[in-house]
Nanobody, 124 residues
Framework: QVELVESGGGLVQAGDSLRLSCVGS????????MGWFRQAPGKEHEFVAA????????LYGDSVKGRFTISRDNAKNAVYLRMNSLKPEDTAVYYC?????????????????WGQGTQVTVSS
């Protein structure tokens, strides 16, 4: 069974930092593009960040550029999202996803595997 499992979400105050983790199982994701999306209540999924298998190329959504950093550890079959200077508008369920084709893309339908999500809530 192929799974992506996110962790690290929680309730924080504006200006705080969080680090989300996503660990894969059931197959290796080390050659896949990995991405993060988020969905706030009543809104569509929003692209957050993506990273190539080597980590050599990264893509960020405009709303998180300069504040969020995506990274990966292929030996652990994991991808991470470091979130700094969090704002209330960052409140959402965060999902990690794998794109087995690449290159990094912002479109949700390009990704083939999805986690169940982790809630991030930022209070003002």
């Amino acid at each position: 069974q192929v799974e992506l499992v996110e962790s690290g979400g929680g309730l924080v105050q504006a200006g705080d930092s969080l680090r989300l983790s996503c660990v894969g199982s059931g197959r290796t994701f080390s050659r896949d593009v990995m991405g993060w999306f988020r969905q706030a209540p009543g809104k569509e999924h929003e692209f957050v960040a993506a990273i190539t298998w080597s980590g050599g190329s990264k893509l960020y959504g405009d709303s998180v550029k300069g504040r969020f950093t995506i990274s990966r550890d292929n030996a652990k079959n994991a991808v991470y999202l470091r979130m700094n200077s969090l704002k209330p508008e960052d409140t959402a369920v965060y999902y990690c996803a794998a794109d087995i084709v690449g290159p990094p893309k912002m479109t949700r339908r390009s990704y083939h595997y999805w986690g169940q999500g982790t809630q991030v809530t930022v209070s003002s």
